[in-house]
Each structure stands twice: as structure tokens, then as C-alpha cells.
């Protein structure tokens, strides 16, 4: 069993900056399909893939693949054991505004946080 619990949730003027950090209750390190990362679903919206680091074979490789909206502006990262994980969002639009949820896919079955609101808005 894993369980995810994220924070740093909050509101913030477009241009400006948060950081999102999610605590696992073990780590995610395995190669063969288990992940961690950020999906985020926007009122009305179905909910979209953010971010997500794929485990390779050391704890210290892993494969990065970020939704083409997020690109250059939001930065994933995670700590050596696979506990614990960030998103860097910078430049946010009000189209980011959304709950953002963490995620973590080990051996085949996928776990999730509660979410944490982000809201974009002058």
C-alpha cells in the first residue's frame, strides 16, 4: 500500500510561482512500469497528466515526460529514494488553475493523494 499526501497548494497571481511537494509512505523505486507524478484536473475538465518521472534501473535514473502545456515553465523532481516529490511551477497561467494531484504507480496498481488547489487569478 502506498499512500501520497501532497501541499503547497494556494493561490497566486498569473506570472508568479508555487511549489507543489508530495510525501509518499514508501518508496516508488522499481523498474518495471512504476512512476511517480503530478496530474491535475481543472473545473469541468477531465483530469491531465502534469509531469511524471519514470523509474529506471538505479534509483538515480529515471525517464521525465511533461505535458506539452507545462513545458519550460514547471520542473519535476523527486529525492534518491523515491519518497518524496516536487513540482516547480513558474510563469503560471490562469488556464493552470486546477487540483492538483499527486500519483504513484508501483507494481501495476496506481495510488493517489487528495489534492491540493491551485488557483491562478488577479
Known amino acids: 500500500q502506498v499512500q501520497l499526501v501532497e501541499s503547497g497548494g494556494g493561490s497566486v497571481q498569473p506570472g508568479g510561482s508555487l511549489t507543489l511537494s508530495c510525501a509518499a509512505t514508501?518508496?516508488?523505486?522499481?523498474?518495471?512500469?512504476?512512476?511517480m507524478g503530478w496530474y491535475r484536473q481543472a473545473p469541468g475538465k477531465e483530469r491531465e497528466l502534469v509531469a511524471v518521472?519514470?523509474?529506471?534501473?538505479?534509483?538515480?535514473?529515471?525517464?521525465?515526460t511533461y505535458a506539452e502545456s507545462v513545458k519550460g515553465r514547471f520542473t519535476i523532481s523527486r529525492n534518491n529514494t523515491w519518497s518524496s516529490l516536487s513540482l516547480r511551477m513558474n510563469s503560471l497561467k490562469f488556464e493552470d488553475t486546477a487540483v492538483y494531484y499527486c500519483?504513484?504507480?508501483?507494481?501495476?496498481?496506481?495510488?493517489w493523494g487528495k489534492g491540493t488547489l491551485v488557483t491562478v487569478s488577479s
Open positions: 500519483n504513484a504507480r508501483w507494481y501495476g496498481k496506481d495510488y
Open positions: 514508501r518508496s516508488i523505486f522499481g523498474y518495471n512500469g512504476n512512476a
Open positions: 518521472e519514470r523509474s529506471g534501473r538505479a534509483t538515480s535514473a529515471s525517464t521525465t
